[in-house]
């Protein structure tokens, strides 16, 4: 049978207020024979409070004033009845001198006339009391190394010295979202849908699954992106039409490229930076020469209109302008050639249901990429399992957010070398 695994205080708080990818972890643990365990101090923390950690202007307050409410108690219970989490009492059939000798890291090497070790200064009261009846309970079950999971982050004693108490820490990624606040049911947990490709939906979404309600994140732009022209003063009326027409044209491509490209807007809004789709129009117009001594010295063609890029970014161009000619070799003439970008900021157009779903598929990717690599002992099959999650959970962040190779653009509506970069044939960025 697989050895237990002890569970920090973070890590069962995290799963009682909702975290979805939490649950998931554990109820993989319980799938593979691993028992889940909370060391009776972390019990008591979860449950009444912390007392050993009140300090300051708190001190002066009743310790029953700041426990937990009833109703988060009862929640807490629940919660480690749901997923068959055991306090665990093992570590009370060693001797009392031998597990105050552990909390007090009798068994670390001192400096001569040291009462306790200098490496207790570096953990609170509370942790050395977590980890000590950790290792007292591995001591009784026969187990070397036992493992505990924590949401603790940087330095801090839980972490830093675990090693100390022979105790084998396993990190877990950060929340999607903080769970601060009032106390919510959990949701069933997360169920990944049969793998698929392409743009075929996931399905198979129980109830408060991460799937539920996951449709495609659509971003519609509008015509305000193409023709914010406008405001530019042209030669005359015709040139004008011929220009807005050509790029209306474009809206479908440029409303094609958000559409693969939403992975990149999400990324932006949920690491706080703007999203702004920034479209580069170029125009052209052939000035052909006439021969000496007529009037006019050269004869301007009607506009040529093409998409010269389509970028997302943190940054808005819109209104940056780039003028030039250029002179063909051997040809009478030359080309007047503008360059115009515009951008529209589309972070607003995020819901915030599509960031939370967002944030919280990665957060349970990154718990499964944690699973297998924290050390843990995993049987083939479960761990086969855990990557065909994986897989499948890409595949759905593909269908809801996009897939940027999907985009495949029209060459007709595209400069020379700007297709060329889009399609990476000319060794450019691909946007």
Do not use: C
Not at 265 to 292: C, K
Not at 422 to 431: D, R
Request: neutral net charge; hydrophobic residues 35%; without cysteine.
């Amino acid at each position: 049978m697989p050895d237990p695994i002890w569970l920090d205080t973070n890590v069962v708080a995290r799963a009682a207020n909702g975290d979805a990818g939490i649950e998931s972890l554990l109820k993989l643990y319980r799938a593979d024979g691993h028992e889940l365990l909370l060391a009776p101090k972390a019990n008591d923390e979860l449950l009444y409070g912390n007392p050993l950690t009140i300090t300051g202007k708190n001190a002066a307050r009743p310790v029953t004033e700041m426990q937990p409410s009833p109703a988060t108690r009862a929640n807490i219970e629940l919660t480690k009845a749901r997923l068959g989490i055991k306090v665990d009492l093992r570590a009370g059939e060693l001797s009392p001198s031998k597990r105050v000798g552990y909390a007090l890291q009798d068994h670390v090497p001192r400096p001569k006339n040291k009462a306790v070790p200098a490496s207790l200064d570096n953990i609170s009261e509370s942790d050395s009391l977590v980890l000590s009846q950790i290792m007292g309970s591995a001591e009784v079950r026969g187990i070397k190394r036992p493992v505990m999971l924590t949401a603790e982050t940087g330095k801090k004693g839980m972490i830093s010295q675990a090693q100390l108490y022979r105790v084998n820490v396993v990190k877990v990624p950060s929340p999607a979202q903080s769970s601060s606040g009032p106390v919510k049911p959990p949701p069933a947990g997360p169920s990944s849908p049969p793998a698929k490709t392409g743009s075929t939906p996931p399905t198979s979404a129980p109830t408060g699954s991460f799937w539920l309600g996951l449709g495609r994140m659509v971003l519609a732009v509008g015509v305000q992106l193409v023709i914010a022209y406008v405001a530019q003063k042209w030669r005359d009326k015709v040139d004008k039409s011929i220009i807005e027409n050509d790029m209306k044209s474009f809206e479908p491509e440029i409303q094609n490229f958000i559409t693969a490209y939403r992975r990149w807007i999400i990324n932006n809004v949920t690491s706080g930076e703007p999203a702004y789709v920034n479209s580069r129009i170029r125009i052209e117009y052939m000035m052909t020469g006439v021969q000496n001594g007529q009037q006019p010295d050269f004869i301007r063609s009607d506009p040529l209109v093409h998409l010269d890029s389509l970028w997302i970014s943190e940054k808005s161009h819109d209104g940056e302008v780039k003028h030039w000619t250029d002179t063909p070799f051997g040809v009478p003439g030359f080309t007047d050639v503008y360059d115009y970008t515009f951008s529209v900021s589309v972070g607003d157009r995020v819901s915030e249901e599509q960031r939370q779903l967002y944030l919280e598929a990665n957060a349970q990717i990154k718990l499964y990429k944690t699973m297998l690599d924290s050390g843990v002992t995993l049987t083939n099959a479960t761990r086969d399992e855990i990557k065909r999650e994986i897989d499948e959970m890409y595949d759905a962040l593909n269908y809801a957010f996009g897939r940027m190779s999907d985009f495949k653009p029209n060459r007709n509506l595209w400069t020379e070398e700007g297709y060329k970069s889009m399609m990476g044939l000319n060794g450019g960025v691909v946007y």
